[in-house]
């Protein structure tokens, strides 16, 4: 498990924090997004996956291609 990931399932990263635009080369703009929701505390595979069909989001998104108002709604649907 990542860094960034070990930091979102201990709650000392928010969801907000890990899906701020960041550079390309940055390791946490790397990482599915599906792989950080899972990292969350309750949030397992299937309700991650559930999140981002109903968000219109595909599973092999990466953290650096959300644009800002996907960010918004997953940091809504999952609120701190």
Partial sequence: MSRARAELATGAMSLARA???REP???VARLYVVKV???LPGVGKVSARRALE??????RRRVSTLGPQQRAALVARFPA
Avoid at 54 to 59: A, C, P, Q
Wanted: proline share 13%.
């Fill in 25 to 27: 080369a940055d390791p």
């Fill in 19 to 21: 899906l701020e635009p």
């Fill in 37 to 39: 929701l899972e990292s």
């Fill in 54 to 59: 109903e968000l219109g989001i595909g599973e």
